[in-house]
């Protein structure tokens, strides 16, 4: 199905087609046109499916229609970390180009100057609030921020947020939000405690489910079974012959991850890390580099896997199963 063919304001096609959108995903395909209905809904459905813009091009639709408050919060998107929280802004910067929808993300790091712009966008009322638990709760802490004109409330990965222990922060946040709002939620599986928090703060939600996808065709998937002790000579033994590029090494803690990278970096090859250890701005640094194919092995926590978007990974290796 065509973007064209739902039913989504001029401005918003016109943002679409400068950035290439054309035919929808199977995700968008079937979630846009509920949410644009103002119901409730939870969806199930991977990274990767195309979830982002499925929930942001309806709420910039109706938020470039009008009638909403000018100087209130009109829309929160909660987002498990600050990686996802930042191309979740990214897309809305890109979708909402040509209407006057704003947004401003909220998300940890130790820098007071950024707080303040924080602060200065939800006292003013950005349009839409893109955000971390623990980051919004620290400012509706401080008493400024009024969330009682909230229309839209969307969870995006929330498997991943509960966790990572963010059901009462949730929760805590609610408590602010007005009773009539739309609540639209996200989650890549359904277990149990997913399923209560629907419960709790969905009402008479839409579910879509999409069919867990299978790995495209062409990859390739293969698994050694050895010892710890001989996990780096495997690394070693497949980069001997060829050059690493764009290659991911996921290990099970950050301290894994520095004793990981060290032994890379021992063994000449371009490597960088990413863990909870470093500052954002160091973060940002090292995604950039990586993407720019500067970095050519990123060996990370599973803070990268969920919603980052990286195009053209050549190989992901889990050093450690994944739990």
């Given at each position: ?72 919060i009109n829309c929160i998107i909660m987002s498990p970390t600050r990686e996802l929280a930042q191309q979740i802004d990214q897309q809305m910067e890109g979708f909402s180009y040509f209407m006057p929808v704003s947004s401003v993300a909220i998300y940890g790091g130790n820098d007071g100057i950024r707080f303040e712009q924080e602060k200065k966008g939800l006292t003013l009322g950005a349009d839409v609030v893109i955000a971390t638990p623990g980051r919004l709760i620290s400012h509706l802490s401080l008493g400024y921020v009024d969330l009682s004109k909230v229309s839209f409330f969307i969870l995006d990965e929330a498997d991943r947020m509960l966790d ?160």
């Amino acid at each position: 199905m065509k973007f064209s063919e739902l039913n989504l304001e001029d401005s918003v096609l016109q943002a679409l087609d400068a950035m290439n959108f054309r035919e929808c995903t199977p995700v968008q395909e079937h979630t846009i046109p509920v949410i644009l209905e103002g119901k409730d809904l939870i969806g199930v459905a991977q990274t990767g499916t195309g979830k982002t813009a499925a929930y942001l091009l309806p709420v910039i639709n109706e938020l470039s229609k009008g009638g909403y408050p000018a100087d209130a919060i009109n829309c929160i998107i909660m987002s498990p970390t600050r990686e996802l929280a930042q191309q979740i802004d990214q897309q809305m910067e890109g979708f909402s180009y040509f209407m006057p929808v704003s947004s401003v993300a909220i998300y940890g790091g130790n820098d007071g100057i950024r707080f303040e712009q924080e602060k200065k966008g939800l006292t003013l009322g950005a349009d839409v609030v893109i955000a971390t638990p623990g980051r919004l709760i620290s400012h509706l802490s401080l008493g400024y921020v009024d969330l009682s004109k909230v229309s839209f409330f969307i969870l995006d990965e929330a498997d991943r947020m509960l966790d990572m222990g963010f059901a009462d922060d949730i929760m805590q946040i609610v408590k602010y939000l007005p009773k009539k709002r739309q609540t639209i939620m996200f989650s890549a599986t359904m277990p149990a405690k997913i399923q209560q928090l629907a419960k709790t703060i969905l009402q008479n939600p839409v579910e879509v489910k999409l069919a867990v996808s299978k790995p495209a065709e062409k990859i390739i998937q293969a698994a050694y079974i050895c010892y710890e002790a001989q996990k780096l000579g495997i690394i070693e033994s497949l980069f001997s012959q060829q050059k690493p590029e764009r290659v991911i090494i996921f290990a099970s803690s950050k301290l894994k991850v520095k004793e990981v990278a060290k032994s890379l970096k021992r063994m000449n090859l371009n490597v960088g890390e990413m863990h909870s250890d470093l500052e954002q701005n160091q973060r940002d640094a090292i995604m950039h580099e990586f993407r720019n194919g500067r970095i050519s092995m990123l060996v990370a926590t599973d803070i990268v896997a969920r919603g980052i978007d990286i195009d053209d990974i050549r190989l992901v290796i889990n050093y450690d199963v994944p739990n």
